[in-house]
């Protein structure tokens, strides 16, 4: 199952490169700080999301890190995209800026499933 394997690797990669420059953002944009203000969540959430999210970056991309641990992270991704989906919409963002969220979570999605279909063969 050499394409699981690829899967796997292709769609947390996307997902971990992503948050990272996520996380990145969160703490050097300025227009990403004013961005907290417009959805109306305080500047300490922006912090604390950034920190959440470095971890996860952690969690997800090394490969020692327990099956356990990476679930946590996979749960922490899943709320954080579907929050901002959520936070776009109700600001009423432009459908760009809520779909991304969204496409972002598809692929969570996909990493997850290939996680689990890999762990389960034991193919990681």
Known sequence: MKTLKITYYISTALVVLGMAASAASYFFVPSVKAAFGHTGFPDWF?????TAKILGVLALGIPVIPARIKEWAYVGFFIDFF???LAHYETGDPALWQIRPLIILVILIISYITYH???LKKQL
Do not use: M, T
């Open 117 to 119: 279909k890999a762990i």
């Open 83 to 85: 929050s901002a989906f």
């Open 46 to 50: 922006r912090v604390e999301l950034g």
